[in-house]
Nanobody, 128 residues
Framework: QIYLSESGGDSVQAGGSLTLSCKAS????????VAWFRQEPGKQREAVAN??????????ADSVKGRFTISRDNARVLDTVFLKMDDLKPEDTGMYFC???????????????????WGQGTPVTVSS
């Protein structure tokens, strides 16, 4: 069992930057796939990026490639995963959640149901 807690959400102007953090606690010595999802009201959660906690291999949604960077601060245990977001656009607005699951599902086509552990979310608003 791990527990995830997000922070860093804010309101920014288009073109601005934010860095979100996802702090893990609990059984952090196992290997996980950690993903950032975002959700707009009335819409399904969509994955924007994921990372393997051990190797650090990353994947991104096409809509954020070149603008977002996912990273982790420790390769041996799951501590904090970051999502650095640059050149933000109004369509990036939403609630951002971090989620952790098994490493075999660490693909961008893996839906939210593949992830066992979720944080409470942090809101991002980008105004034009």
């Amino acid at each position: 069992q791990i527990y995830l807690s997000e922070s860093g959400g804010d309101s920014v102007q288009a073109g601005g930057s934010l860095t979100l953090s996802c702090k893990a606690s609990g059984k952090v010595d196992a290997r996980y796939c950690v993903a950032w999802f975002r959700q707009e009201p009335g819409k399904q959660r969509e994955a924007v990026a994921n990372i393997l906690s051990g190797s650090g291999n990353t994947n991104y949604a096409d809509s954020v490639k070149g603008r977002f960077t996912i990273s982790r601060d420790n390769a041996r245990v799951l501590d904090t995963v970051f999502l650095k977001m640059d050149d933000l656009k109004p369509e990036d607005t939403g609630m951002y959640f971090c989620a952790a699951g098994g490493v075999v599902f660490c693909r961008m086509d893996a839906g939210p149901e593949k992830y066992l552990y979720w944080g409470q979310g942090t809101p991002v608003t980008v105004s034009s």
